[in-house]
């Protein structure tokens, strides 16, 4: 949003799509959206069932899939102003050195180089194992999903870590109790229980123990103050998401905040904003390649022993 959304010099003083004026102000708002929506996700997965909020998240899953689509669109118009207009955002193609160069240098070179490392090795990789449908039929609804991933099942995820029953098959649930067997009488309407015949000296026995209870002082319970297994489980949960919450906001703040320039610091948040967007873009297409190099090596080592096993 803030190459192509800010006028700046990158973008040759012309912000788009909704001119100089309006897209700041548009950006602005969908940024305010987008951060309610995930403190309403650790909300919702603090203190409800999916089930129980079910149209909660079915509108949270529109939210993020249209500003997805959105920043899709920006990212989309950002990669051809980066081929067709260089003079705008400084990305030379006059030469094959210039143009690597940039790819490592300039904010339209780091784009293209996580885009083409991620969904360009997608493609490659679903064509060289001859199943490329989908990257046809399901590729742009995982792009529109892509963002809740993260915001809905990342944090439901983080903020249920203390429940354990997840994949018990039911091993969790109770006994059931005991039930009494019921017969109908000889006319067919009313229920007779049956009740099974015992010695005299068991009836004897439970009336004795019933009578002791009776008479017996009452005595209160102690007060069990020690941590349950499923306290220790819910105290870990909380620390866990605290502190990832806390350590997110502060880099954002850290990030994007001019005022922590009074510590000293050389460069100003627009510098470190682009400095974290260029690391966490490189660290993207470094893990995408090393993705790469496994699906060529298992295809490789299949073809192999494929060659093998014929012979």
Request: aromatic share 14%.
């Amino acid at each position: 949003m803030e190459l192509v959304g800010r006028p700046n010099d990158d973008n040759g003083k012309k912000a788009w799509p909704f001119g100089n004026r309006a897209t700041p102000v548009v950006n602005t708002i969908l940024q305010y959206i987008y951060l309610a929506f995930v403190i309403a996700q650790f909300i919702l997965a603090l203190g409800n069932r999916p089930k129980g909020s079910r149209y909660t998240y079915i509108v949270s899953f529109v939210v993020f899939g249209i500003i997805q689509l959105y920043i899709i669109i920006l990212t989309v118009y950002l990669v051809i102003k980066a081929f067709v207009d260089p003079r705008s955002v400084r990305l030379d193609t006059s030469s094959p050195s210039k143009f690597a160069s940039g790819l490592f240098t300039k904010a339209a070179g780091q784009v293209v180089l996580a885009l083409a490392s991620t969904f360009g090795l997608y493609f490659v990789a679903s064509f060289m194992y001859l199943d490329p449908w989908h990257m046809f039929s399901s590729f742009l609804q995982y792009l529109l999903t892509m963002s809740s991933y993260v915001n809905i099942l990342n944090v439901y995820a983080f903020s249920n870590w203390h429940d354990v029953s997840w994949g018990t098959k039911g091993s969790d649930k109770a006994d059931s109790l005991p039930s009494a067997q019921t017969t109908k009488a000889a006319d067919g309407k009313a229920a007779v229980i049956e009740e099974p015949d015992k010695p005299q000296a068991d009836i004897d026995g439970q009336f004795e123990m019933t009578v002791k209870r009776a008479l017996a002082p009452y005595i209160p319970p102690k007060e069990e103050t020690k941590k349950s297994l499923e306290d220790s489980y819910k105290s870990f949960r909380t620390r866990l998401v605290g502190a990832w919450i806390f350590s997110n906001t502060l880099l954002s703040i850290f990030i994007t905040n001019d005022s922590f320039n009074q510590f000293g610091l050389s460069t100003n948040a627009r510098s470190r904003t682009a400095s974290f967007f260029g690391a966490l873009l490189y660290a993207t297409a470094g893990l995408a390649f090393i993705r790469f190099l496994g699906c060529c090596w298992f295809l490789g080592r299949s073809g192999l022993m494929c060659c093998f096993a014929r012979r």
